[in-house]
């Protein structure tokens, strides 16, 4: 059974820094593409970046030059380093994993950004 958790979330004054942490289980954690999306309060979810199976990376126009996503397939993790952070990056954090025959999300992690 896929299954991935999230941490790393919380409180934090702008222009500051989270790492967020993506654990995999379940799955053959290298042959996922790995993305982050965010859900802002009151709006829709929204693609964050990506880091493909083999390593590729692509990112939102908002986080780029902020945010570095990046994977140790040994952990079966990505992470999500997060820099000067901005008020509108509040926004529950989900991953995603996709790959043969199968998409999966983890529960979420809260990232709030205020003085």
């Known amino acids: 059974q896929v299954h991935l958790v999230e941490s790393g979330g919380g409180l934090v004054q702008p222009g500051g820094s989270l790492r967020l942490s993506c654990a995999a289980s379940?799955?053959?954690?290298?042959?996922?593409?790995i993305s982050w999306y965010r859900q802002p309060p009151g709006k829709e979810r929204e693609l964050v970046a990506i880091?493909?199976?083999?390593?590729?990376?692509n990112y939102a126009d908002s986080v780029k030059g902020r945010f570095t996503i990046s994977r140790v397939n040994a952990k079966n993790t990505v992470y999500l380093q997060m820099n000067s952070l901005k008020p509108e990056d509040t926004a529950v954090y989900y991953c995603k994993a996709v790959g043969p025959g199968r998409t999966s999300w983890g529960q979420g992690t809260q990232v709030t950004v205020s003085s």
């Open positions: 880091i493909t199976a083999i390593g590729g990376r």
């Open positions: 379940g799955f053959t954690f290298s042959n996922y593409h």
